[in-house]
């Protein structure tokens, strides 16, 4: 079974994206099923049910999207074998910017928006840096010389990914990234795979659910600020 992580800020059409390739992997023959992680609530799984493609969704609570989609990812590896799918595709909201949640030897990619302003991808950690594949949306919105702009600054981002552009409306590109999934390797187990990059470091009272704000109540791994002399 070819796997493939899909990761990328909010309403970027990250699954509007993952529609249209599972259309066109269903057309070449290809039976394929979705993951779908977010943090509190997701209706995305009735569109992929309307397109008759198998779903399952994991909601991570109080929890970091990517950490919990971490801890479950070969659960979701053995589901797919279990029911025989060609291709399973992980979809992780990226909330935050910082997520890693591509994994070595498993086809990565991102989704970016063409409107979020051309410095973005600059903005964007391991999820855009060091995915295989960026595919940028919305690319019909802007203009031709826009799109070249947006698309420059991605590959400044990451010189090593593939960037290409795909309208989660029409479908045009997603024939593109079906071909490279085509081109990447199965994966049997994910047993002592690793991640590309580590997760955000998060151990602090605050993760376990404290709430007041104060310094004797700063323990773990806490980061202060260094603030600039005043006029500098």
């Known amino acids: 079974m070819r796997v493939m992580t899909v990761a990328g800020s909010p309403s970027v059409g990250k699954t509007s994206v993952m529609l249209r390739v599972a259309e066109e992997l269903g057309r070449q023959g290809q039976k394929v099923g979705v993951v779908k992680f977010d943090a509190l609530s997701t209706r995305d799984d009735e569109l992929y049910r309307q397109a008759g493609i198998p779903v399952q969704v994991g909601l991570a609570g109080g929890l970091c999207p990517d950490h919990y989609f971490i801890t479950n990812v070969d659960a979701c590896l053995a589901w797919g074998l279990e029911q025989g799918f060609d291709v399973l595709m992980t979809e992780s909201a990226g909330l935050c910017n910082r997520c890693s949640p591509h994994i070595e030897g498993v086809l990565a990619l991102c989704v970016v928006d063409a409107l979020a302003g ?60 079906a071909y490279h999934l085509g081109q990447a390797p199965e994966t049997a187990t994910l047993e002592g795979a690793r991640l590309r990059f580590p997760m955000p470091s998060a151990v602090c009272p605050y993760c376990v659910g404290e709430t007041a704000i104060g310094e004797t109540h700063k323990r773990g791994n806490v980061k202060h600020m260094v603030f600039a002399p005043a006029g500098a």
């Not at 826009?146 to 590959?155: I, K, L, Q």
């Not at 409306?169 to 593109?176: C, K, R, V």
């Open 118 to 177: 051309v410095h973005t991808p600059r903005k964007i950690g391991p999820m855009l840096r060091l995915a295989d594949l960026v595919v940028i949306t919305k690319g019909d919105i802007v203009s031709q010389v826009e799109r070249e702009v947006f698309a420059y600054h991605v590959r400044l981002a990451n010189p090593r990914a593939r960037a290409m552009f795909c309208n989660g409306i029409t479908g045009q590109g997603a024939m593109e990234v």
